[in-house]
């Protein structure tokens, strides 16, 4: 009969708004909850019978509902005070495991996505969230490259785990020496006497050790050249002796014109394209920049004045570690207190072809599945994905106002469907009273 399809359908309808009830009450309940994806309920009307336009009766079908995660939509960033608190800028989610995961270090930790997340270090240097999961990434070498990984599997990827206690320094590879010398050195009137200065550098054992230079001014007839040698300070071991000659046509003036090796060779040569010499002082070399020809860096001749102050080089002593630094393109940056930064781990983003096909777990963390299709890694700002944040967390994607609003309408529809059965159960009693 069609009184009993309306009340099939009435009991239907309580339990469709029952569900939607539940997927609204979890929005509510994780508004505050960062990273949280809201939930949907979506109705869907069914059909018993043919459907025939004409026909005399009518059975009601009733409605079934589905629900889905939302998963990419995301709410708005909000900025914090802890530098290992880590949001993204678009698509993407942040590799993770579990605690019982971070354990395993060969590469078979058990891969979560999560949305965000504040990441501190624990007791034994793990860097986790407040749920328990660690942070993944990919290690980078002592020099702070970070080799090629395979990106459709976890293989390459790591739980971060920093040494507190670890001391760190950077070897030099490069100084720049950013010298003015004085024209008026090289006149006939000048006393030819040199110019002498030490640089700084630090060896393969981050101790600090000096180069000292001689600059001797060729006072005659061939004006604007100069004679540069180059010491080991603490070993007495010649590194490097060079005439210079700079220019003195108008425009290019004071800029460097030749660069050659003095007394028959056996130095590192001179490299117009780089503008450097490599200097050998074993067991490492050093690019020592002196600027190209032509151009207005490095070493230079003007004028009446000595100036050393553009001389600048990349190492730096031991250090102990401070702080640590996330940027955008998601490398894990320890910062020690000399100055200086280095990368230790490559964060990558984590990307499927359909977001909302992801399994959902607890701590707002979700699973590959088959419905979400197979996980590729990205570098931060290629392909689809978006960039790191440091210092934000993702508020929770829940609009409190539009839940309420949805929590009148489901009340609403769940009292009508409740009236529907009640109307059902008076209709029945009246066709019993007809039997009597």
């Known amino acids: 009969m069609t009184i009993s399809s309306s009340m099939n359908a009435g009991v ?9 009830l539940a997927t609204i009450s979890d929005n509510i309940a994780n508004s505050a909850t960062y990273g ?17 336009a004409g026909q005399g009766t009518y059975a009601a079908g009733g409605v079934r509902t589905t629900t889905l995660r939302q998963v990419d939509q995301g709410g708005s960033l909000l900025g914090t005070q802890n530098a290992t608190d880590i949001a993204l800028s678009g698509r993407g989610f942040l590799p993770v495991t579990t605690e019982l995961g971070a354990k395993l270090q060969d590469g078979s930790a058990p891969l979560l996505l999560a949305t965000t997340g504040s990441f501190r270090q624990d007791a034994n240097g793990y860097l986790r969230n407040d749920a328990g999961n660690t942070l993944l ?21 790591r739980p971060i785990k920093i040494d507190v206690n670890q ?29 002498r200065m030490s640089v700084e550098f630090f060896n ?32 007495g071991a010649l590194l490097g002796d060079y ?61 009446t004045s000595f100036s050393p102050a553009g001389i600048e080089q990349n190492g730096s002593g031991a250090g102990n570690l401070v702080g640590l630094m996330v940027d955008a393109n998601g490398n894990l940056d320890a910062v020690y207190d000399q100055g ?6 490559r964060i990558p983003i984590v990307d499927v072809p359909n977001p909302n096909g992801l399994t959902s777990m607890n701590s707002q963390t979700f699973q590959v599945s088959r419905d979400s299709g197979a996980f590729f890694l990205w570098d931060a700002g290629n392909g689809p994905v ?3 944040v440091g210092f934000s967390l993702q508020e929770s994607a829940t609009d409190v106002a539009a839940e309420l609003t949805g929590l009148i309408q489901t009340q609403r529809a769940y009292s009508s469907n409740a009236k529907v059965i009640q109307t059902v159960d008076e209709m029945f009693q009246e066709t019993t009273n007809i039997k009597r």
């Open 137 to 157: 990434g990919w290690p980078a070498s002592l020099d702070g490259s970070v080799p090629a990984f395979p990106r459709d599997s976890t293989a390459g990827l």
């Open 36 to 52: 949280y994806r809201r939930a949907q309920t979506s109705f869907h009307s069914m059909v018993v019978g043919s459907g025939i």
């Open 386 to 388: 978006g960039e790191f």
């Open 167 to 195: 001391q760190a320094f950077s070897e030099t590879s490069r100084i720049n020496f950013g010298v003015n010398l004085p024209a008026s050195a090289t006149l006939a009137t000048a006393n030819g006497e040199p110019l």
């Open 12 to 20: 239907a309808g309580l339990r469709a708004n029952a569900t939607r």
């Open 340 to 345: 200086f930064r280095r990368t230790l781990y």
């Open 204 to 235: 393969s054992l981050g101790l600090p050790e000096m180069i000292d230079v001689e600059l001797t001014p060729n006072v005659g007839a061939v004006q604007n050249t100069w004679q540069m040698r180059l010491e080991h300070a603490q070993t």
């Open 243 to 303: 005439d210079l000659v700079f220019d003195d046509t108008p425009g290019q003036g004071g800029t460097l014109a030749s660069v050659t090796v003095a007394g028959g060779g056996g130095f590192g040569d001179y490299d117009p394209v780089s503008g450097a010499i490599t200097l050998d002082i074993a067991p490492q070399q050093i690019e020592f920049y002196i600027g190209r020809y032509g151009e207005n860096e490095g070493l230079a001749q003007r004028g």
